[in-house]
């Protein structure tokens, strides 16, 4: 009987330090296990693709670099057509072209079942910072929230809690752009919110980052217009959006370097 | 030797556990492997051992999933006691006991470490309750398989280092 109550005891005292740990403790340990542990994983997450060589996403690293920034650059390019010369030296558009960017290999994907999110191989040693936008050749993916040493965590798109001030191209209309998950069937969704009503959105239609959210550089493709609705409350419009990067097939993306424009105070 | 059985069957679970990807037709429900060897120290060590492996498993297990460090060992501990309490009343050594305690404990593990994020984090208070139960049921299907698979692995591993007698199952 004694023995029970000093380990229902203990078990109390264990739970109470567990859940009130501070963060000035937490960080530096889970920083330090995650770089310690990262060859590890690293090595695990790299074990199938080495079997399944040629499958998407498992090509030359700089090949797929140079496609992402043309596609970024072409994306950029159309942007700046549209806008006058003015607003473009601005918002400076013209540099943001040469933006750096990083190859990260996924060291592993979901990292935990309540977010999605993947861990990259490259963290604060190789320039990655946190909210550094992440980008496949196809489009954007997410943003970095959690940057170790040699690690760093992504969260995708498709995260509920990930947003994205977005513009629709043709119309020319903004919004937030939301995630909705991933379905069973493994389908990846966005929602784009707040859209004025009287504009005429079609399926199809191109959603980019804006400039106005200031954590994503403007012209970056988000995804694609399914479905669109008028809202609950009848003030809004609402588009279902298809994103452009596979998240069930990513084993590389880039990180934008952004260190400069947060320096020089542009988005 | 139990100590570094411990950390070493810790930390190899933690790691498999954040790299296998979840299962997307549970709502990313992932293999509880960290939750098997906490209740194979609950059926068959002492509750000391159990509770140092609930501890140190959840806090690696936290750090490497980037989850708010703690959850998972409060919930981990409260498990393994429960487990605990009720290993006098079954039978230890059967594959049976470990397959339904590993799908109960799956279960309790999601429903336990959602509920303690649903009420810390805003993000997930969106989470709809159907999700957290296929989340449930995926974890404990997950723990259904994968708790023998580990029992099976501790006790062999604690046989050849001589932590526990050979011969029979404890």
Known sequence: ?267 | MNGVVMLLTLLAAAVLQHTVPGAPLFAQAKLPLVLGVVLYYALNRTPALMLAAAAAGGLLGDSLEALPVGVSAAVLILLGLAAWSGRDHVFRARLLTHAVFGLLGGAGLALGVGGLLMAGHESLRGQAWPGLLLKAAGTGLGGLVTAPLVFAVLDRFDRWTGNVAGGTSP
């Open chain 1, 1 to 267: 009987m004694k023995q029970n109550v000093a380990i229902l005891a203990l078990a109390a005292a264990l739970i109470l330090a567990a859940l009130n740990m501070p963060a000035s403790v937490t960080d530096p340990l889970s920083a330090f296990l995650r770089d310690a542990v990262a060859p590890l994983s690293g090595a695990l997450a790299r074990a199938p693709r080495l079997l399944r060589r040629g499958a998407p996403g498992a090509g030359d690293p700089g090949a797929l670099a140079e496609i992402a920034r043309l596609r970024v650059a072409l994306r950029q390019t159309q942007a700046l057509e549209r806008e006058n010369q003015a607003l473009r030296r601005m918002l400076g558009l013209a540099t943001q072209s040469a933006r750096r960017l990083i190859a990260a290999e996924l060291s592993a994907r979901d990292v935990n079942a309540w977010w999605q999110s993947a861990r990259l191989n490259k963290g604060a040693r190789d320039g990655l910072a946190l909210d550094m936008p992440v980008i496949t050749p196809d489009g954007l993916a997410g943003r970095l929230v959690r940057v170790s040493r040699t690690t760093s965590d992504v969260l995708f798109l498709v995260d509920p809690a990930c947003r994205v001030a977005a513009r629709i191209v043709r119309p020319d209309a903004f919004g937030i752009v939301r995630g909705l998950g991933v379905s069973a069937r493994g389908q990846a969704a966005c929602r784009m919110e707040y859209l004025p009503k009287d504009v005429r959105v079609l399926p199809g239609d191109d959603v980019e980052t804006s400039e106005l959210g200031g954590l994503y550089p403007p012209g970056l493709l988000i995804g694609r217009v399914r479905r669109v609705r008028l809202d609950d409350s009848g003030l809004y419009q609402t588009a279902e959006i298809e994103p452009a990067a596979n998240f069930r097939s990513l084993a590389l993306v880039f990180v934008m370097d952004t260190a400069a424009d947060a320096e020089e105070g542009r988005p």
